[in-house]
DNA sequence: CCACAAATAAACAAAA
DNA sequence: TTTTTGTTTATTTGTG
């Protein structure tokens, strides 16, 4: 897959169509955008008032947003960096703002993105044609589509290497042994936890360091939409597949049209209905509300909560997350969601124990117990055996370990756990696994 | 203060 | 040999 990254001109790749969009192109240049936000306000409501059956309007807005976003067309100060400043070394920036904003109301090229390793990467990878990447490639999409890095200190290439290794969510691929791509190997996403990106991604913690969705602000017209926001990046397949509107479909609708899914995540999704005017704008505040709210925090005051209320579904709770010792926030507990989609996802996976559905429905069943019972550090799926040793059926009996370890938890067993009693756990956990092995 | 997730740092080995 | 890649452990940071 040649160049990691996609060229900046590739988003411009669908039909370029509805006065919106133009308008966003427009806006895109003129923006010295004191009032961008306002701007984008009008672009939405006119999106309303036209009857746009091109999506492609959304593209562009989304492509302008992630522009300003991350390329700093903004006018806004060349920002505190975002603690980025932790490190000693190279931050870029030099003026440590006391009362910093958070990342949703703040951004620039010096900006860290809000996104988490783990999402970058997925990002990358799944933006990738062949839907994997070698490391290198990663970086470059990831300098490619958030300039901080390149700025950046320098370990956040040891972080992205540390997250490919620790989480379970990416796996390595095979080289094809007859064509080498140089040193190391592809990476891709498991099937089999594709979801839980995508839910981290979904829950896009604008609040880098947040797994869990922020507390809507006091103010009343802050919705806690703004948190939602999908999977916006430029090019996002999620955007060039489905309209912009992939998680923000209603998780029902996704579950509903789950049997497309052995294709790949996004076809399943794509078939929405999209017309309903309220729909799309709620897709576009979504992805826009960080924006909307930041500039007059009353643009947004009208829009309707978000389709998708995971938050009410607590779609974003904790985890039958793979989310290993520290690499993840995808803090998906199956839900209705994981069972249908992960049970389709799993069809093209590799693994050779591929269980009939009724035990997949069983099994994911059992992680939606999980879910809500275990406690986040649980899971810690460590991604310690190499790619391939993972058998199902043995994580069956994992998680019916894990299950009955949550109940114990549950019991209350968990508040006499100290770290070290944990770490002991762990360890013993570990063990046990090898001894499997 | 604690638990937790995520980021960061670093040591180290293996591969190219 | 050097650089890159991959794994692992430990520590730090931010949040609830």
């Given at each position: 897959m040649g160049p990691v990254v996609m060229p900046p001109g590739k988003k411009a790749e669908g039909p370029s169509s509805?006065?919106?969009?133009?308008?966003?192109?427009?806006?895109?240049?003129?923006?010295?955008?004191?009032?961008?936000?306002?701007?984008?306000?009008?672009?939405?409501?006119?999106?309303?008032?036209?009857?746009?059956?091109?999506?492609?309007?959304?593209?562009?807005?989304?492509?302008?947003?992630?522009?300003?976003?991350?390329?700093?067309?903004r006018s806004v100060s060349p920002l505190?960096?975002?603690?980025?400043?932790?490190?000693?070394?190279?931050?870029?920036?030099?003026?440590?703002?006391?009362?910093?904003?958070?990342?949703?109301?703040?951004?620039?090229?010096?900006?860290?993105?809000?996104?988490?390793?783990?999402?970058?990467?997925?990002?990358?990878?799944?933006?990738?044609?062949?839907?994997?990447?070698?490391?290198?490639?990663?970086?470059?999409?990831?300098?490619?589509?958030?300039?901080?890095?390149?700025?950046?200190?320098?370990?956040?290439?040891?972080?992205?290497?540390?997250?490919?290794?620790?989480?379970?969510?990416?796996?390595?691929?095979?080289?094809?042994?007859?064509?080498?791509?140089?040193?190391?190997?592809?990476w891709s996403i498991d099937p089999d936890y594709r979801h839980n990106l995508i839910q981290a991604l979904k829950k896009t913690p604008y609040h880098p360091y947040s797994p869990r969705l922020p507390k809507p602000p006091t103010s009343p017209s802050a919705s806690p939409q703004q948190y939602h926001s999908p999977p916006l990046w430029p090019g996002s397949p999620l955007f060039r597949k489905n309209g912009g509107v992939l998680l923000q479909v209603p998780q029902r609708v996704i579950q509903h049209s789950s049997r497309v899914a052995a294709q790949g995540l996004f076809p399943v999704i794509r078939?929405?209905?999209?017309?309903?005017?309220?729909?799309?704008?709620?897709?576009?505040?979504s992805a826009l509300g960080d924006y909307l709210t930041r500039g007059k925090n009353s643009l947004c005051s009208d829009s309707p909560p978000p389709s998708d209320d995971q938050q009410e579904d607590h779609t974003y709770s904790s985890s039958q997350s793979p989310t290993p010792k520290g690499s993840l926030s995808a803090h998906s507990h199956g839900q209705e969601v994981?069972?249908?989609?992960?049970?389709?996802?799993?069809?093209?996976?590799?693994?050779?124990?591929?269980?009939?559905?009724?035990?997949?429905?069983?099994?994911?069943?059992?992680?939606?117990?999980?879910?809500?019972?275990?406690?986040?550090?649980?899971?810690?799926?460590?991604?310690?055996?190499?790619?391939?040793?993972?058998?199902?059926?043995?994580?069956?009996?994992?998680?019916m370990k894990e299950a009955a370890g949550s109940l114990l938890h549950l019991a209350g067993v968990r508040t006499g756990l100290n770290k070290n009693a944990q770490r002991a756990c762990k360890v013993q956990k570990e063990l046990k696994e090898e001894a499997s092995d």
């Open positions: 509805g006065s919106v969009a133009r308008g966003l192109s427009q806006l895109y240049q003129d923006t010295e955008a004191a009032d961008l936000s306002l701007a984008l306000s009008a672009s939405l409501s006119r999106a309303e008032d036209e009857e746009l059956t091109s999506l492609s309007w959304l593209h562009e807005s989304t492509d302008l947003l992630t522009s300003l976003g991350h390329s700093g067309l505190q960096d975002a603690n980025g400043g932790r490190e000693p070394s190279s931050s870029p920036s030099s003026s440590p703002e006391p009362s910093e904003p958070p990342y949703h109301l703040s951004t620039g090229p010096s900006r860290k993105p809000p996104y988490s390793f783990s999402c970058l990467i997925f990002m990358a990878i799944e933006d990738a044609p062949s839907k994997r990447l070698p490391v290198k490639d990663i970086y470059g999409w990831i300098l490619e589509h958030f300039p901080y890095f390149a700025s950046a200190p320098t370990g956040w290439k040891n972080s992205v290497r540390h997250n490919l290794s620790l989480n379970k969510c990416f796996k390595k691929v095979d080289k094809d042994r007859s064509q080498s791509i140089g040193k190391g190997s592809l078939p929405l209905p999209l017309s309903p005017v309220s729909k799309r704008t709620t897709a576009v505040r994981t069972v249908t989609e992960v049970k389709e996802e799993q069809k093209d996976f590799p693994l050779d124990a591929s269980p009939p559905p009724s035990q997949l429905l069983q099994r994911r069943r059992l992680l939606w117990t999980k879910g809500h019972l275990r406690t986040p550090g649980d899971t810690l799926p460590l991604k310690k055996r190499r790619a391939g040793n993972l058998l199902v059926k043995e994580e069956e009996d994992e998680e």
